[in-house]
């Protein structure tokens, strides 16, 4: 059985920062390109960051330079170091596995920034 459990949602401030993680069973890890979404109220699930099998990256335009997607292929893990944060990141973030045209996804983990 797959899972893709997230961690690390939650409240935080205009300018602060947050680190999600994601923590995957059922799957060969090394494998799967992984990837975070995410979906804010009233709009389209879109992505933020991937990290390939070999640790490339790649960022959406309105996240580069803030966010960091990470992998650690022992422990089976992707992380997304989120810093200066803005209101406009406010969205259920989602953890994605890719590989040979299988996805898989995790339920979600909120983070709402407010002052």
């Known amino acids: 059985q797959v899972q893709l459990v997230e961690s690390g949602g939650g409240l935080v401030q205009p300018g602060g920062s947050l680190r999600l993680s994601c923590a995957a069973s059922g799957i060969v890890f090394s494998f799967y390109a992984m990837s975070w979404y995410r979906q804010a109220p009233g709009k389209q699930r879109e992505l933020v960051a991937t990290?390939?099998?070999?640790?490339?990256?790649n960022y959406a335009d309105s996240v580069k330079g803030r966010f960091t997607i990470s992998r650690d292929n022992a422990k089976n893990t992707v992380d997304l170091q989120m810093n200066s944060l803005k209101p406009e990141d406010t969205a259920v973030y989602y953890c994605?596995?890719?590989?040979?045209?299988?996805?898989?996804w995790g339920q979600g983990t909120q983070v709402t920034v407010s002052s």
């Open positions: 990290i390939t099998t070999g640790g490339s990256t």
């Open positions: 994605n596995a890719f590989w040979a045209g299988q996805h898989y």
